[in-house]
């Protein structure tokens, strides 16, 4: 196969869940400029009408649906609706994710089981429902897990970052990708993460406004993730060009997960 045709993404349906703003929607656009179709999920109606807009502005073929999937049973609703509206799946990237700052002698229940009741459940329940309905019996499909280099570890030394339920959920997050793409793998399907760093989006943002000094001279290249930085990783690993890679946790941050 000539080498620019294993990144193309022409004629696949790519579900992108919390698509509708910041990495998640850098993802979409991506995928779509690869020539996937585009299903983005989110809670807000209004935010996911702007973002199809931008996509669509961008000459990306976009949907939207919108879906709390910390619900229960969202995951099979949000299955049954692309499959009638689009009849396929074949790519799903876990994005969805949300934060709550607290320190941990403090942390409140309510917050510990928000976070993981999106962060981790939500990505399971929806991988299993499109695993049983779509890549199992077709024996294909590409699954990309958005992570964090806080699931690597402790925070950074910055201020007043008290997420130690973000972190735990996104290091259960890299072990089920590995774990799943060992369990998978006999399906020919590929489980892989993203893990970014720093990037300046709306639930980042108060923390790299107050410690950005810190965290850019933490950076051996000295700057945060922009708008284009998971692009080209996130279609390398969802593409034919990564079929052969499954089980791995990308980090992209700069190199600042390397710094000791």
Known sequence: MELEKLFRLDGQLAVVTGGSRGLGLQIAEGLGQMGARIVITARRAGDLEQAVAHLEGMGVSAAAVESNLAEPGAA???????????????????????T????????????????????????????????????IPRRAGKVLNIGSITGFGGNPPVQEMYTIAYNTSKGALHNFTRAL????????????????????????????????????????????GGP????????????????????QCLAVDGGSSSVV
């Open 76 to 98: 099979d609703l949000l299955v049954d609706k692309v499959l009638e509206d689009h009849g396929r799946i074949d790519i799903l990237v876990n994005n969805a994710g949300t």
């Open 100 to 135: 709550w700052g607290a320190p941990a002698e403090d942390y409140p229940e309510a917050g510990w089981r928000k976070v993981m009741a999106l962060n981790i459940d939500a990505a399971f329940f929806l991988t299993q429902a499109v695993g049983r309905r779509q890549f």
């Open 181 to 224: 793409a060992a369990e998978w793998g006999r399906y020919d399907i590929n489980v892989n993460a993203l893990c970014p760093g720093f990037f300046p989006t709306r639930m980042a943002q108060d923390t790299v406004e107050r410690n950005l000094e810190s965290l850019v001279g933490g950076t051996p290249l000295g700057r945060l």
């Open 228 to 247: 284009d930085d998971l692009k080209g990783a996130a279609v390398f690993l969802v593409s034919a060009a990564a079929r052969h890679i499954t089980g």
